[in-house]
T-cell receptor, first 111, second 114 residues
Framework: RKEVEQDPGPFNVPEGATVAFNCTYSNSASQSFFWYRQDCRKEPKLLMSVYSSGNEDGRFTAQLNRASQYISLLIRDSKLSDSATYLCVVNRRGSQGNLIFGKGTKLSVKP | NAGVTQTPKFQVLKTGQSMTLQCAQDMNHNSMYWYRQDPGMGLRLIYYSASEGTTDKGEVPNGYNVSRLNKREFSLRLESAAPSQTSVYFC?????????????FGSGTQLSVL
């Protein structure tokens, strides 16, 4: 099993749609969790951290289920500008430098 | 505040040539990283440096060397480039903000080895 697995995508949705991405991780010692966004031919940028209690930032909601080793990202009211690849990132406990990236899920929001 | 700056943005090498990718950060971060990103493979860690004077291998270190010149700078060297090293390379640094250790990336170097 890969250490971090994401929905294969691509997701093609109309503007205004709600879309959810899922991510599972295999190492139960994982400590921190993040969603990064990467535009085509650009560097990844932090979208949001993921906390155990769940957290929201505008139209974006992230959730963590430690028991199931599962992370999700929900985007409400999708905009054209949300089109990008979304990377799930997991930090292993006690392992400096061991931020493990999922392969990413590509989202295309259409007019 | 430039964040993480890496050079060059593009490079074409012939097999066997050498080159150094430069990276500098102005956020006073202790940790710095070099990743490569290939289609279908995601981001993979080549080397990282937890602090000035230390470096450690990541997932795919073969064919690369690194130098943590000072707190700001972390360079990646290809001594004898191979076509398998054709990739997009990202430098990153990490710092603790809001309780989490967060990564900040440079804009990337697209390297082609012919």
């Amino acid at each position: 099993r890969k250490e971090v697995e994401q929905d294969p995508g691509p997701f093609n949705v109309p503007e205004g749609a709600t879309v959810a991405f899922n991510c599972t991780y295999s190492n139960s010692a994982s400590q921190s969790f993040f969603w990064y966004r990467q535009d085509c031919r650009k560097e990844p940028k932090l979208l949001m951290s993921v906390y155990s209690s769940g957290n929201e930032d505008g139209r974006f909601t992230a959730q963590l289920n430690r028991a199931s080793q599962y992370i999700s990202l929900l985007i409400r009211d999708s905009k054209l500008s949300d089109s990008a690849t979304y990377l799930c990132v997991v930090n292993r406990r006690g392992s400096q430098g061991n931020l493990i990236f999922g392969k990413g899920t590509k989202l295309s929001v259409k007019p | 505040n430039a964040g993480v700056t890496q050079t060059p943005k593009f490079q074409v090498l012939k097999t066997g040539q050498s080159m150094t990718l430069q990276c500098a950060q102005d956020m006073n971060h202790n940790s710095m990283y070099w990743y490569r990103q290939d289609p279908g493979m995601g981001l993979r860690l080549i080397y990282y440096s937890a602090s000035e004077g230390t470096t450690d291998k990541g997932e795919v270190p073969n064919g690369y060397n690194v130098s943590r010149l000072n707190k700001r700078e972390f360079s990646l060297r290809l001594e004898s480039a191979a076509p398998s090293q054709t990739s997009v390379y990202f430098c990153a640094s990490s710092g603790r903000t809001g309780g989490d250790e967060k990564l900040f990336f440079g804009s990337g170097t697209q390297l082609s080895v012919l």
